[in-house]
């Protein structure tokens, strides 16, 4: 830059400069934090979707689609501009003073904030792009301003030299970061999409299946018996979910073993496919908690693996590690006992793993809690004894056995609606898995139990609907279930906290009656 100009254009320029240069480093902060943390879509991205979705399609026969769900792009693009020019205008104010911009950065990421949670996938991971971004405009821009505020618009000392120096200075600096973290970012999410194309070019010989007629008791306000995929709780411990290659898989099975075993993913696909209904559980739920979900598993038998390997006298436990570094200690006889059918699976509900769910290989063990089994990204298996390990869950506290106690659940009504009175259709699930249900009672206030209708179940691993109807006087009543094993041993209604074994009592509801 001409040392000419330097007296009275720059400075005004420059202050319209450090804001977009802020605006940028936020923006690019915060694309970095989504791919980092495999986040859908970026704050902005989220935006122009959020916008496109409310917008009806404009299109035009020489350029095709103008506006519409297609062209998230033009979009964005358009988008980064006006965010842009509010950075712009966001500069200028930092000249009157310092906390000036902040309004206009808050109100920036209040309208990226809305984009976020208004998407229906987000999750609390979703603010955190938002947040960084909205933070780095205002650092940065502080960050720009401190040397310009030095720089009098009047004057040519030694002193204005040195600032503009150093506002040029700190101005390079901040682009070559932003544009360090963007690339940064891309690289992160490059590496995710492929995974998930790599996911979706995948042609597994497993199938798909509905539950049967009888399963379902015919309440359409029941959390579906088969649980959708995106409707599936997810739980686990890693910030950013792993993105593994197929081709990159391998499982280790060594430890007490008389043969150590590599399996890829291909040699894992030329054992035979087990497919089963199967419904795991969370330890952490609490009672009437949806940490509960069932689907139809497809996956290889882990018992002849095992065999294979050859397991040595004394064994107890399996030490599974997780591609994050996540641990669980599962109990060796759940593992080889073929009646469990203990699977490494690849495919829930007919489609290959999601991501979230362990892409591409993880275990599940019928009848176990998740933190003892049911480990996600698994890639290693270390043949072991109990008190010669120390699994992750176990060291948090949890329970180390894991075997799932029997509950049972009231999803209709919702606890504290106020219905008509007459006949009042009462459902939920309920679940004893391995041992299998007979029975489920719910009981109105203080009345004696009663038995109520069971759906069908495909095995003892699945959860179990039940449906009843009940006669409510007007005022308001606590309804309650229980379930029966097929062992007769009843649900107990002692209330206890899910640490370390899972939660017990009764779930309860209130309903009102007109
Ligand atoms: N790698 C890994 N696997 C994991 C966990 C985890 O934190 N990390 N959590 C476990 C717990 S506690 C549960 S309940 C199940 C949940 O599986 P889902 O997220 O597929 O529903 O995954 C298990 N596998
Ligand atoms: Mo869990």
Not at 4 to 32: F, I, K, Q
Not at 63 to 79: D, Y
Request: aromatic share 6%.
């Amino acid at each position: 830059m001409p040392e000419s100009m330097g007296t009275v254009t720059m400075p005004r320029g420059a202050w319209s400069a450090a804001g977009a240069l802020a605006g940028v480093a936020g923006l690019a902060v915060s694309h970095a934090m989504t791919m980092g943390l495999t986040l859908r879509s970026s704050p902005v991205v989220a935006v122009a979707e959020g916008v496109l979705r409310h917008v009806p399609e404009v299109s035009d026969d020489r350029l095709g689609t103008i506006i519409g769900p297609e062209s998230t792009g033009p979009a964005v693009v358009l988008l980064v501009i006006v965010l842009l020019l509010c950075a712009m205008w966001a500069g200028r104010r930092a000249e009157r003073a310092w906390w000036q911009p902040i309004p206009i950065w808050l109100g920036m990421a209040g309208i990226c904030l809305v984009g976020v949670v208004t998407n229906p996938e987000a999750t609390a991971l979703d603010f955190l792009p938002v947040t960084a971004g909205a933070v780095t405009w205002i650092v940065a821009l502080s960050f720009l301003s401190e040397p310009l505020h030095r720089i009098e618009p009047e004057e040519d000392t030694p002193v204005h030299g040195r600032s503009r120096r150093n506002f040029l200075i700190r101005g390079g600096v901040l682009a070559l970061a932003g544009v360090g973290t963007f690339i940064f970012g891309e690289s992160f999410g490059k590496v995710r999409r492929h995974v998930e194309q790599s996911r979706r070019l995948l042609n597994l010989p497993v199938t798909d299946r509905l539950p049967r007629e009888g399963i379902t008791v015919g309440v359409e306000e029941l959390p579906p018996w088969r649980t959708p995929v995106p409707e599936f709780f997810i739980e686990h411990t890693a910030v950013a979910t792993p993105a593994i290659e197929p081709l990159e898989w391998s499982l280790r099975i060594h430890g007490m073993v008389e043969n150590e075993i590599v399996l890829t993913y291909q040699d894992l696909l030329d054992h035979k496919i087990v497919e089963r209904w199967t419904t795991l559980s969370c330890a952490k739920n609490d009672v009437g908690g949806d940490l509960i979900g069932n689907a139809w598993w497809s996956g290889v038998l882990i018992a002849p693996l095992l065999k294979e390997a050859g397991v040595l006298a004394g064994a107890d436990a399996v030490l599974q590690t997780s591609h994050d570094g996540w641990t669980c200690g599962t109990p060796l006889e759940a593992l080889t006992d073929r009646n469990r059918r203990a699977m490494l699976a690849v495919a829930m509900n007919g489609e290959p793993l999601t991501l979230d769910h362990g892409f591409p290989v993880r275990t599940l063990v019928p009848g176990l809690y998740g933190h003892v089994s049911a480990c996600k990204w698994v890639v290693d298996f270390e043949v072991t004894r109990f008190v010669d390990i120390e699994a992750q869950p176990t060291q948090e506290g949890w329970s180390e056995q894991g075997e799932v106690l029997m509950g049972s659940r009231i999803d209709v009504p919702e606890s504290g609606v106020e219905v008509e009175s007459g006949r009042l259709v009462v459902a939920g699930y309920a679940w004893a898995q391995h041992l299998g249900v007979s029975g489920v009672e719910i009981a109105v206030d203080a009345d004696a139990w009663q038995r109520v209708d069971l759906g069908e179940v495909p095995n003892t691993d699945t959860w179990v609907q039940w449906r009843t109807e009940v006669d409510l006087e007007p005022g308001d009543h606590v309804l309650r279930v229980r379930g029966v094993a097929l062992d007769g041993h009843v649900q107990t209604g002692v209330r206890r906290d899910p640490k370390p074994e899972a939660g017990t009592g009764w779930h309860e509801i209130e309903v009102t009656v007109r």
